[in-house]
């Protein structure tokens, strides 16, 4: 059975032993940021628009908040059609219910 003590005195050493630094043969130089801002910014109108495809479909919630599937890039193709087919209807169905419950709502006052 091992003691406490005698693991307390080797993590010491093994911590010094990870920590050591890569020879000098196997490391890779530091890479540097563009010179100016202006080299990655992309102009962008007010009315443009841009799909964002490789994020994933537009998951419109029963509260009407809206996500994204956070493993849309893990996903096959087949699972990516039959996402988006059951998407499509489950966001128009809520969302013709918020605007139902917002119109009553509005109605009422």
Known sequence: MLSFRSISRTFPFRLRFMS???PAEKQQPLLALPSTAEATVQQVDVNDT???K???????NVDGTISRI???HEM???EKDN???ILLIRNRQRLAKLKKEREEQEGQQ
Request: a neutral charge; glycine letters at 4%; proline letters at 5%.
């Open 20 to 22: 050591t630094s890569m």
């Open 70 to 72: 956070n493993n849309w």
């Open 76 to 78: 096959s193709d087949i």
């Open 83 to 85: 996402v988006n087919r």
């Open 54 to 60: 490789e994020l994933g479909p537009v998951v419109v």
């Open 50 to 52: 841009f799909k964002l």
